[in-house]
């Protein structure tokens, strides 16, 4: 196959174009420079002379509280730039992978979100932007995927992991968040999966987290734990790290649905910290 990656240069996509190469397709990864996403003109362009059978949509403005004070760029990358491919996939007749988010619900209550779930009232800029995402590609096509993921960690960029280590190191006591929860996403189980979804034709919406539940009070101990560093870590609540945008409590999200279409679920968070923090010794 030929499949098209957008936002090569991001955790995800870094790893998305790794692991198709590893299956023997060809992976196209472009980034802002090689397809601007906002400019409709470009990505037909790119698209069509690519001649992919898929695209695996990964760019996305994500930095959550400056989309508070930066909405027009937000929606125009996360809504018309989604818009802008899915109109490219139904023209040429290719399946296209959309990556969305937790932040889709409002994170009230405690029960697992379902993939099917009527979604109400995100809580933040970000939020609505991926949600009205999602609504382009319902709206352009039959042949997608909608993967919602969380708490991304991967080896290309930064995350709550590297923070963590970071803190650790030169702090030796952090402080972490105890009342939201949800699941970790190491990026390099999550491309095995979408790389799984772009072989078939089981479309639909998903989630796609590794598997079991936590707060981030519990991911950062388990990070120290992985690294074998005695770090003092003091769980607070959110109210004590105000932010611009309002985060979701209730993050849980069910993954029942792959094993409905028969789609392998990804490892346990803690497995993926373990392997990712190795990972990370190892390149230094």
């Given at each position: 196959?030929?499949?098209?990656?957008?936002?090569?240069?991001?955790?995800?996509?870094?790893?998305?174009?790794?692991?198709?190469?590893?299956?023997?397709?060809?992976?196209?990864?472009?980034?802002?420079?090689?397809?601007?996403?906002?400019?409709?003109?470009?990505?037909?362009?790119?698209?069509?002379?690519?001649?992919?059978?898929?695209?695996?949509?990964?760019?996305?403005?994500?930095?959550?509280?400056?989309?508070?004070?930066?909405?027009?760029?937000?929606?125009?990358?996360?809504?018309?730039?989604?818009?802008?491919?899915?109109?490219?996939?139904?023209?040429?007749?290719?399946?296209?992978?959309?990556?969305?988010?937790?932040?889709?619900?409002?994170?009230?209550?405690?029960?697992?979100?379902?993939?099917?779930?009527?979604?109400?009232?995100?809580?933040?800029?970000?939020?609505?932007?991926?949600?009205?995402?999602?609504?382009?590609?319902?709206?352009?096509?039959?042949?997608?995927?909608?993967?919602?993921?969380?708490?991304?960690?991967?080896?290309?960029?930064?995350?709550?992991?590297?923070?963590?280590?970071?803190?650790?190191?030169?702090?030796?006591?952090?402080?972490?968040?105890?009342?939201?929860?949800g699941?970790?996403?190491?990026?390099?189980?999550?491309?095995?999966?979408?790389?799984?979804?772009?072989?078939?034709?089981?479309?639909?919406?998903?989630?796609?987290?590794?598997?079991?539940?936590?707060?981030?009070?519990?991911?950062?101990?388990?990070?120290?734990?992985?690294?074998?560093?005695?770090?003092?870590?003091?769980?607070?609540?959110?109210?004590?790290?105000?932010?611009?945008?309002?985060?979701?409590s209730?993050?849980?999200m069910?993954?029942?649905?792959?094993?409905?279409?028969?789609?392998?679920?990804?490892?346990?968070?803690?497995?993926?910290?373990?392997?990712?923090?190795?990972?990370?010794?190892?390149?230094?």
């Amino acid at each position: 196959m030929r499949v098209l990656v957008t936002g090569v240069k991001g955790q995800l996509g870094f790893d998305m174009v790794k692991e198709l190469e590893k299956r023997g397709h060809t992976a196209i990864g472009v980034d802002v420079e090689e397809m601007d996403i906002t400019d409709s003109m470009a990505v037909e362009r790119v698209i069509t002379h690519s001649m992919v059978d898929a695209v695996i949509h990964c760019a996305a403005y994500t930095a959550v509280d400056a989309a508070e004070d930066n909405q027009g760029i937000c929606y125009k990358v996360n809504v018309e730039g989604t818009e802008n491919i899915a109109k490219v996939c139904k023209k040429c007749d290719i399946k296209m992978i959309y990556i969305s988010t937790d932040y889709v619900f409002d994170g009230k209550g405690t029960r697992p979100w379902e993939p099917d779930d009527t979604i109400t009232e995100p809580l933040n800029t970000y939020g609505m932007s991926k949600h009205q995402g999602e609504q382009a590609v319902q709206k352009y096509l039959e042949k997608f995927y909608i993967v919602r993921i969380a708490w991304v960690f991967g080896m290309n960029g930064k995350n709550f992991v590297k923070t963590m280590l970071r803190l650790g190191e030169e702090n030796g006591a952090v402080k972490v968040v105890n009342d939201q929860f949800g699941s970790p996403t190491y990026t390099a189980d999550l491309a095995v999966l979408l790389a799984d979804m772009v072989e078939v034709n089981r479309f639909g919406i998903y989630h796609a987290t590794n598997e079991g539940f936590c707060s981030w009070y519990d991911f950062a101990c388990e990070i120290f734990k992985a690294a074998n560093m005695q770090v003092e870590v003091t769980p607070v609540s959110a109210e004590e790290f105000p932010a611009k945008a309002n985060r979701p409590s209730n993050s849980r999200m069910s993954k029942d649905k792959l094993d409905i279409n028969g789609f392998r679920r990804l490892p346990s968070w803690q497995n993926a910290t373990a392997r990712y923090v190795k990972e990370l010794k190892a390149q230094k």
